[in-house]
């Protein structure tokens, strides 16, 4: 089975950026639409962006202007780019695999001055 791994999270200041990366195992991947969410304390998962297997980007209408994901089939990888961070975006976030419940184990990011 793939497994997902998320990496580049950490502690920044409002106005940096950041960029997560998503590696999965396996090259099946690259089959599926893949997305990123993120998870507030004491809240759901929510979806932000969402790629699918052509590479066409899907990121919601709040943080479509700070937020970009990208993906690399060669190397089963893809990103978030996230410019203008505030410290709303401080959250856990998560990459899955559309549809199904395979998840990454979360990378953190806290954004405060």
């Known amino acids: 089975q793939v497994r997902l791994v998320e990496s580049g999270g950490g502690l920044v200041q409002p106005g940096e950026s950041l960029r997560l990366s998503c590696q999965a195992s396996?090259?099946?991947?690259?089959?599926?639409?893949m997305g990123w969410y993120r998870q507030y304390p004491g809240k759901e998962r929510s979806v932000i962006a969402s790629?699918?297997?052509?590479?066409?980007?899907d990121v919601i209408p709040s943080l479509k202007d700070r937020f970009t994901i990208t993906r690399d089939n060669t190397r089963n990888k893809i990103s978030l780019q996230m410019d203008n961070l505030k410290p709303e975006d401080t959250a856990v976030y998560f990459c899955r695999i559309w549809g199904t419940e395979i998840w990454g184990q979360g990378t953190q990011v806290t954004v405060s001055s």
């Open positions: 790629i699918n297997e052509r590479g066409n980007p």
């Open positions: 396996k090259n099946t991947y690259y089959r599926n639409v």
